[in-house]
């Protein structure tokens, strides 16, 4: 059921007490904590399994409030705020005294958005402060777009369940680093590189090496259970079908390219044209082949241009090596 002022109250109350709150976000179910409370953020952490040196990300409830969370905002962060927020762009700024230490992963550097879903933004009126959330999942696997992968997940180490229904953006906010002297893209999201520099109508940078810790990063990431095969569009069909003969439980992301082609496989599933579609879909598209019990998934990334570049982003880190190779 969806979640009422009743439940939203309630859950801010939970959040001024140092518990934690499962909400909806337009990218991905947050799991989020009071920003300024030490302990809760630690109980983030260890619900999620999350090495303490990966930051967290401060949800607010408008730009208004940015200062009150970060320190020495730029001109060029105001105006990326004015024009994205609320909305799938999180900025990294210097840390403002008000956020725990541990929120930011040791850094002295925050990283902040404001959320475009409704029971989001209820929530934080509601709460009255920065409100330090990851994704509301075990660390490194594929993050929850519905109030139930949230629940299967993560069952009672979370308070309270806000219901806000399908995540509607689907994959994760773009972090852009105001803290240099040209921003810097840092991880691929909802708001394309393509729509920031053309408001900003420059090139931003894009570090070969991140300057800042930030969420996303690990080489294994958004990873389901079944192993995940990156091959060009044109080689998913042939790749798979080597798979399914060496005795592979095959799960096969069709690209549109391959659409109406004969496939012979455990699952499959056609991969939307609208790249907002796929973005939407992709980790629910993961998921499902776990349900279905398959072991490998063959897929291909899209062009890395638009939300193209994010899913792709995805995509690879799903398929690098897991922590036990």
């Not at 030490?38 to 990300?57: M, N, T």
């Not at 609320?86 to 840390?95: A, E, Q």
Request: hydrophobic share 45%; proline share 7%; aromatic share 4%.
């Amino acid at each position: 059921m969806p979640a009422t002022s009743e439940d939203i109250a309630e859950a801010a109350r939970v959040l001024g007490r140092g518990g934690l709150v499962a909400f909806p976000t337009e990218t991905v179910y947050g799991l989020g904590a009071d920003a300024a409370d030490a302990a809760a953020v630690a109980r983030v952490f260890q619900v999620k399994g999350r090495p303490a040196s990966h930051p967290l990300i401060v949800h607010l409830a408008g730009t208004d409030q940015l200062s009150d969370w970060a320190g020495d905002v730029p001109d060029v962060a105001r105006r990326l705020a004015e024009r994205f927020w609320p909305g799938p762009l999180t900025l990294v700024l210097r840390r403002g005294s008000r956020v725990a230490l541990e929120a930011t992963g040791g850094l002295q550097t925050v990283a902040v958005r404001v959320p475009a879903h409704p029971v989001a933004l209820a929530l934080l009126a509601a709460f009255g402060g920065g409100v330090a959330a990851p994704s509301a999942n075990r660390f490194g696997s594929v993050s929850p777009t519905t109030a139930e992968h949230v629940r299967t997940e993560l069952g009672d180490g979370v308070d309270v369940v806000l219901d806000g229904g399908r995540c509607e953006v689907g994959v994760e906010s773009t972090i852009v680093d105001v803290t240099g002297d040209v921003p810097a893209v840092l991880r691929p999201g909802g708001v394309t590189r393509e729509d920031l520099e053309a408001h900003l109508g420059h090139a931003l940078a894009v570090p070969s090496t991140s300057r800042v810790r930030v969420p996303g990063q690990h080489p294994s990431h958004y990873a389901p259970r079944a192993r995940v095969v990156l091959v060009p569009a044109e080689d998913v069909i042939a790749e798979a079908e080597v798979a399914r003969q060496r005795g592979h439980r095959v799960g096969v992301l069709v690209p549109p390219s391959a659409a109406g082609v004969a496939v012979k496989a455990h699952a499959q599933i056609a991969v939307p044209a609208s790249t907002a579609a796929y973005a939407r879909g992709l980790y629910e598209y993961l998921r499902e082949f776990d349900r279905q019990g398959c072991d490998l998934i063959v897929a291909s990334t899209p062009a890395d241009e638009g939300l193209g570049l994010a899913i792709a982003n995805r995509l690879r880190r799903a398929a690098g090596p897991r922590p036990a190779e």
